[in-house]
């Protein structure tokens, strides 16, 4: 409790009881028992969500990432209702769909099915104008060459795939 105390004094911040948790891992019962019973905090377990990204114990799984699906697909379903020519889907899909993977790529490495998922959701969203998950859509140019750069006639799109591994080796690199 010391600790906590000191924190205090020093920042002027005083921990809120009724919103914060304790969290163990690999520690007795009767430590924990003490722990929470000194420092009057709830006792929380994993999995929780912290900022909008999951908190797990383990590899991330598809099912930890259904709220990214789910946030994808009800932007997408927003848009649908909006009279929206190719390039501001276009737009939509590089900036704001772009922008919240890049926040989940900095935090955490996303399986391949999930992964296949999304770029499934931007594909059909993008060529067809229209988000359903089992509807067929006619793609006009295969997805990898939309996915290079505009200066060789891509689209500027990132690769889901690409953008993944890069972030899997910057955080290594942060490790290191």
Known sequence: MSGV???SSVSG???NKSKSCCFFGNVPENVCSEIVNTLGFQRGSLPINYLGLPLVTS????SNCLPLVNRFSKKIENWTTKSLNFGGRLQLVNTVLGGMLSYWYFFLFLP????QQLNSIM?????GGYHKPTGRCHYKV?????CTPKEEGGLGIKNLFVSNSSAI????WRII
């Open 5 to 7: 105390s000191n924190f």
């Open 123 to 127: 594909f059909k969203f993008l060529w």
């Open 112 to 115: 391949q099915s999930t992964l």
């Open 142 to 146: 295969n997805w990898i060459d939309c």
């Open 59 to 62: 590899k991330l799984s598809k």
């Open 169 to 172: 080796f910057y955080q290594l």
């Open 13 to 15: 911040l005083l921990p």
